[in-house]
């Protein structure tokens, strides 16, 4: 018989700052999904589908001459988010697979809202529009100090020299997101869990592993 706790998908959502870890933790817990044959779909934002990965080029590398401006970046991620929800995320859902994405709405809050300084109030309308107001089961923030993040970006760097406009961003930027984001698991204690990630990778994803589990314990049966 099937395990009554996992007949209904759970809608679970990663954020943090620039190389919080991530795709480091989204890979294991997919090994724990695979391991308690739950059905899932991994995706990302912007991105998961053909027409988001073209706006993830366009947000993440532009280099024109004119840079992309404040109000077209956070366009540009709600176009990607409507078809997202409603290509893979909510089609998923409904067949009872759980969807594991990497960034979400959160993430145009503290990027767009409290980083760039744009209207709070308006980003919520906008959320719940391209979301069709579904939000997330559960949201883990991987929390780390700005001064770890650049250094592990400048790790990366040494390998892949690719140019990307918001991880460029200053360390004022890059404090008010993280900021914004613990102000966000204060705000909603009981969807987001915000779980340090300046910590050995094992460690982060046995406490993953916890939120994840108390989350589907607490679906109604
Ligand atoms: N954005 C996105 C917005 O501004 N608004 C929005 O609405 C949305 C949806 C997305 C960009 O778009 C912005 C935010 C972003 O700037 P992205 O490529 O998806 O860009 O960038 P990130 O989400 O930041 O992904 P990264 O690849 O940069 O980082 P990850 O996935 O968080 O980190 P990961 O797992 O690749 O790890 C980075 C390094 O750290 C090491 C790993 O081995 C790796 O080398 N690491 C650890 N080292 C020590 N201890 C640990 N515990 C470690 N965990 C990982």
């Given amino acids: 018989m099937k395990n009554k706790s996992t007949r209904r998908g759970i809608f679970i959502t990663f954020e943090g700052a620039e190389c919080a870890g991530k795709s480091t933790h989204i890979r294991l817990l997919e090994k724990y999904f695979q391991k308690k044959k739950i059905k ?47 290509e893979v995320i909510i089609p998923a859902l409904q067949k009872g697979t759980s969807v594991i994405c990497d960034r979400f709405t959160d993430s145009t809050v503290a990027y767009q809202g409290h980083a760039r300084g744009l ?13 069709i107001g579904r939000t997330p089961d559960l949201t883990v923030i991987l929390d780390l100090p700005p001064e770890e993040s650049r250094a592990r970006i400048m790790e990366r760097n040494k390998l892949d020299k690719v140019h990307d406009r918001i991880e460029n961003e200053r360390v004022a930027f890059h404090i008010k997101v993280r900021n914004a984001f613990l102000k966000i698991a204060r705000a909603e204690p009981k969807r987001v869990k915000m779980i340090s990630s300046d910590r050995p ?21």
């Fill in 40 to 86: 899932y779909v991994l995706t990302r934002e912007p991105g998961g589908t053909e027409i988001g990965e073209e706006i993830r080029t366009i947000v993440k590398h532009h280099a024109g001459k004119n840079p992309v401006s404040d109000e077209a970046e956070l366009l540009l991620f709600a176009a990607s988010r409507a078809q997202h929800v409603r």
């Fill in 201 to 221: 990778i094992e460690a982060v994803h046995n406490d993953i592993v916890k939120a994840v589990e108390n989350a589907i314990a607490s679906f109604p049966k």
């Fill in 119 to 131: 209207d709070l109030k308006f980003i919520g309308v906008l959320n719940k529009f391209a979301s």
